[in-house]
């Protein structure tokens, strides 16, 4: 789709990966959002960010975790046309977006700020936060926490997941998951691609190193193998338990191939690692906890 001659709205979205704006989309609110300059990788002019967004969030859907709804598509502008996601806005006019940051400052004895992304300070947060059942806010934390280990989300932080608040009646809700752009190495190109694909060593280091959590856990980001693999928290155990048998790889290949404007070594890439990271991570951790 086009969506260069839709008609603009004036709602506007905070967020630091790429520029976004408001269009309708038959009588729908779509934020539209642009691909980023990337800030590692200088030989690419702009990430894969609207093709990781797309994905990761479809991904998280097929594997039975409510998401954004989000298609890609392309926008001229002075000439020149990206690709780009839209993303549905899934607010009302008596629902608002609230992050789990906001949340966390509701905790008044708390000594960190709503975006301190330490591990104990999170769950504490969690427990005693009284607009959610603890016990659902924490499955959903820790599902997600799954699925980003499998799609490689190095950016998910209190300021990118969250709840919906009615306005009218005081009740929150769990949103749907948002803000997918940092998974599946958005500043990887052809070359890095290429490279991983034929090179055990380079396909090893996207899987066991990097990338890490954007959750921290003694002032360090997590590493996603050595937390899952580990059982490092008994919850998190629960949720592999839980969430691992609705990854469906033949679902998210099918995703992937029909994925428009990107090339085979893109979807080749993608189906990889995914595939990589669901049996080196997921499928040893659960291994490794069924012996235990």
Not at 79 to 98: H, R, S, Y
């Amino acid at each position: 789709m086009d969506f260069t001659n839709l008609p603009r709205r004036n709602k506007t979205y905070t967020g630091a990966n790429g520029s976004k704006i408001s269009v309708d989309l038959n009588g729908e609110i779509y934020m539209l959002k642009f691909p980023a300059v990337p800030s590692r990788n200088k030989e690419m002019s702009y990430t894969n960010g609207c093709v990781s967004e797309y994905l990761g969030s479809q991904i998280f859907n097929l594997c039975g975790i409510p998401a954004q709804e989000t298609m890609l598509g392309t926008f001229t502008i002075n000439g020149k046309e990206k690709i780009v996601v839209a993303c549905k806005d899934f607010t009302t006019p008596e629902t608002v977006l609230q992050d789990f940051a906001s949340l966390k400052n509701t905790i008044i004895d708390s000594e960190h700020n709503g975006y301190g992304t330490e591990l104990p300070d999170i769950l504490t947060a969690i427990d005693e936060q009284q607009a959610i059942d603890p016990y659902i806010l924490k499955e959903r934390f820790w599902d997600m926490f799954i699925i980003d280990a499998l799609i490689g989300n190095w950016d998910r932080h209190n300021g990118n997941w969250g709840f919906l608040y009615n306005t009218r009646t005081d009740e929150m809700q769990i949103a749907p998951v948002y803000d997918c752009g940092s998974c599946l190495f958005p500043q990887a190109d052809a070359k890095i691609m290429e490279v991983t694909l034929n090179d055990q060593t380079e396909k090893d280091l996207r899987i066991f190193q990097i990338p890490t959590s954007g959750i921290k856990q003694n002032g360090q980001k997590i590493n996603y193998f050595d937390f899952i693999s580990g059982h490092s928290d008994n919850d998190c155990s629960k949720a592999l338990k839980r969430v691992l048998p609705g990854i469906d790889m033949r679902k998210i290949n099918e995703l992937i191939d029909n994925t428009p404007y990107i090339n085979d070594l893109q979807k080749s890439f993608y189906k990889t690692m995914l595939s990589e990271r669901k049996e080196k991570i997921l499928d040893t951790s659960l291994r490794l906890l069924k012996k235990d």
